[in-house]
């Protein structure tokens, strides 16, 4: 398989679960993002890795926590969501961290649901 | 800080018909530019960027944009849509040199109508 992959595709989950969205790149890109895509709104950067480390961190809420384990692959773990959360989650690959100059790689997104 | 505008939310235009997305920014330093696409159900892809060099760029289906730098624009045309260009198109900027952030749009969709 190539590319950019995200797992589930949907996810719809109460505010009290803990949940977890995976990214799995095979370009043998060394660094991943998590984008939060909402309606009418820019696409907001969570995260950055790089060769495995966090290299930036939008201020984002704690109950949302990144995890690289290693540079292929990209966790995003959901803990007491609330329903504005609710919102499209892209995962992001580039060659590096300067990946401004080649373009991003994005995974098809997983769309997730608070209730 | 940069920041990107994309004005129009949604274009309708009539299958072979021409079609502009507009797209400003605004940035203290040298950009990068980029266009990406975003087809129903799936992730972004990039469609075209300005690093340097000719003001103009193409994409391999047709699209091209022009960097003005002196109304801070980059919009993104076609002479002739097809119903397969439907989608949602994000304009993109970010600082030129070592890392930096990219910053998206809030996106345009363009709707072809046969």
């Known amino acids: 398989e190539t590319g950019v992959t995200q797992t589930p595709r949907h996810l719809v989950m109460g505010m009290t679960n803990k949940k977890s969205l995976k990214c799995e790149q095979h370009?043998?890109?060394?660094?991943m993002y998590w984008y939060k895509q909402s309606a009418k709104k820019p696409l907001e950067l969570m995260f950055v890795?790089?060769?495995?480390?966090?290299?930036e961190n939008n201020s984002v809420p704690s109950r949302f926590s990144p995890e690289c384990p290693n540079s292929s692959h990209l966790f995003l773990h959901l803990h007491t969501l609330q329903p504005e959360d609710s919102a499209l989650y892209l995962c992001?690959?580039?060659?590096?961290?300067?990946?401004?100059?080649?373009?991003?790689?994005f995974g098809s997104g997983t769309r997730l649901t608070v209730v | 800080a940069q920041s990107v505008t994309q004005l129009d939310s949604q274009v309708p235009v009539f299958e072979e018909a021409p079609v502009e997305l507009r797209c400003n920014y605004s940035?203290?330093?040298?950009?990068?530019l980029f266009w990406y696409v975003q087809y129903p159900n799936q992730g972004l892809q990039l469609l075209l960027k300005?690093?340097?060099?000719?003001?103009l760029v193409e994409s391999i289906n047709g699209f091209e944009a022009e960097f003005n730098k002196s109304q801070t624009s980059f919009h993104l045309r076609k002479p002739s849509v097809h119903i397969s260009d439907t989608a949602e198109y994000f304009c993109?900027?970010?600082?030129?040199?070592?890392?930096?952030?990219?910053?998206f749009g809030t996106g345009t969709k363009l709707q072809v109508i046969p």
């Open positions: 992001a690959s580039s060659q590096e961290v300067t990946g401004q100059l080649y373009g991003y790689t």
């Open positions: 370009l043998g890109h060394n660094a």
């Open positions: 890795y790089s060769l495995e480390e966090r290299v």
């Open positions: 940035s203290s330093v040298s950009v990068y």
């Open positions: 300005y690093l340097s060099g000719s003001t």
């Open positions: 993109a900027v970010s600082g030129s040199g070592g890392y930096q952030k990219v910053t």
